[in-house]
């Protein structure tokens, strides 16, 4: 057995060495990410790749260790426990605010269930808060994991399939396509997507900004450990009327379970409707292919509006994917404008205390202004949720009328209806980065 103070944490930089091999210790972190997601071991290649980009990222590293070795078992220098944290942004649609994001959260199997992962989020939460960083956010393998840590789920995406036999068209595509869709070299995208990403990202309620790795995910240049890429990633990109390129594409073909010609696409990020339809009508046409599947796209998608035949489209999974923690309710309630004007007392609960406190949120013209008038959470408020729902609520991932159903926010009839229509949006916040 091993108790809990034989454990020391250590915080650390990806290191790279002068002659751009890998650190023992950051080696040892990242084999010990790999074990925890059941994942191939590194490669030379591949574990100095994923340094870099660990280090392009700026991430905290934290190793949790134990000073004993059993014969034959991995060393000391192997950590326990893994968790990472950088510094992103989330975009409101209206603003991007600078967000804490968590990542490799892992915890050896052997020593699981004696509070390493409440330790490490615990410290690290305190941490953003000291920095007064307003919001935490993570991508979660499991559901059941974070709520107790006041993370609630923020957006969701859809798995589509889109049957694109000779069923699939976009008849408002006929009326005036605007810009055109070319076959783009796979090494092109990396090229052009961070422009592509950022104007998507800035634009889209939900979103946050992509680690250093993202290109080389998508664009199959990352092959799961492999050394060398996957040449079956193929890619296109949406040229605007000017032919300055505002969308892309990119896809593979896939053996499918029951012998349809498949392709999947992999990413696809488009800065406006005109760059999305033109991509989907590209991937929707390719020939030889009768079906597409993609697992990240709107839940309020506009694809099967557009299509002459909807029933080409059908969504066959939902997923959570983006996961948030309100850590300063004052800058999140102030950073979106609201759908109703209004003035709410709102109570927040929260169980490790960091947006606890009751406070008056004025809206006039969208427009709020929000002040703490307690520390604690006031029974006599109007309106009473904890930290992980409005979490949920607050970039309109959760509406407060499904929440009070749901029995996660009380109040009175009218005060919760009013705080709903506050919080109304006109498009569901979309996610489209796994990290
Ligand atoms: C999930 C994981 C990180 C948990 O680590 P841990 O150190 O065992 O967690 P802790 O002992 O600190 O437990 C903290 C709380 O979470 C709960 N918990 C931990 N893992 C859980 C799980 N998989 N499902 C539900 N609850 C879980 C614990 O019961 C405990 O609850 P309590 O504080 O209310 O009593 C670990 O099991 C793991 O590494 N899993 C594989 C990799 C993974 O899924 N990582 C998450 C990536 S998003």
């Known amino acids: 057995m091993t108790s809990s103070d034989e454990y020391e944490i250590r915080r650390f930089r990806a290191g790279l060495n002068d ?19 059941h994942e191939q071991a ?24 134990v000073d004993r070795k059993l014969p034959h078992s991995v060393g000391a220098e192997v950590p326990v426990a893994t968790f990472t944290t950088y510094m992103s942004t989330l975009s409101t649609g209206e603003t991007l605010l600078p967000a804490h994001l968590i990542s490799d959260v892992t915890v050896r199997p052997t020593h699981r269930r004696r509070g390493l992962l409440r330790r490490m989020m615990t410290e690290s939460l305190t941490a953003a808060r000291d920095a007064s960083l307003p919001i935490a956010a993570l991508t979660a393998s499991e559901a ?25 068209a976009l008849p408002s595509l006929d009326r005036g396509a605007v810009g055109t869709v070319e076959l783009a070299r796979r090494e092109a995208i990396a090229e052009v ?11 889209t309620r939900g979103s946050v900004g992509r680690q250093a790795s993202y290109p080389a995910r998508i664009d199959g240049t990352i092959n799961g450990h492999a050394d060398e890429p996957d040449l079956t ?14 969308g892309y594409v990119t896809y593979q073909h896939v053996e499918s379970r029951d012998a349809v010609a498949e392709v999947k696409v992999i990413d696809l990020v488009a800065t406006g409707p005109d760059s999305y339809l033109g991509l989907w009508n590209f991937v929707g046409n390719l020939d030889l292919i009768q ?43 102030q950073s979106r404008r609201y759908s109703g004007d209004g003035e709410l007392g709102l109570a927040v ?22 002040q703490q008038t307690a520390t604690t959470a006031r029974p006599d408020a109007d309106v009473t949720l904890d930290v992980a729902s409005l979490s949920s609520a607050f970039l309109g991932g959760a509406t407060i009328g499904a929440l009070a159903d749901a029995g996660r926010v009380r109040g009175d009839d009218d005060a919760v209806r009013q705080l709903g229509r506050m919080f109304a949006v006109d498009r569901a916040p979309y996610c489209i980065t796994y990290f």
């Open 291 to 333: 079906r597409v599947r993609f697992s990240r796209a709107r839940i309020d998608d506009p694809l099967p509006w557009a299509m002459a035949d909807t029933r080409g489209y059908r969504v066959t999974g939902r997923d959570d994917l983006l996961w948030l923690r309100i850590l300063d309710p004052i800058a999140c309630l």
């Open 193 to 203: 997507a961070d422009d592509i990403v950022a104007r998507f990202h800035t634009a």
């Open 19 to 37: 002659d751009g091999t890998v650190t023992a210790e950051t080696e040892a972190w990242l084999q010990a990410v790999n074990r925890g997601f």
């Open 349 to 370: 609960e929260d169980a490790l205390g960091f947006a606890a406190g009751t406070f008056d949120l004025g809206v006039s013209g969208g427009i709020p202004s929000v």
């Open 233 to 246: 990633v193929r890619a296109a990109l949406h040229y605007d009327v000017d032919g300055v390129p505002d």
């Open 42 to 65: 590194f490669t030379p290649k591949t574990l100095r790749r994923e340094a870099e980009f660990i280090a392009a990222d700026d991430r905290l590293m934290t190793g949790v260790y």
């Open 144 to 168: 059941t994991i974070y709520g107790r840590f006041g993370f609630g789920v923020a957006t969701q995406t859809s798995t589509i399939e889109l049957d694109t036999t000779s069923r699939f």
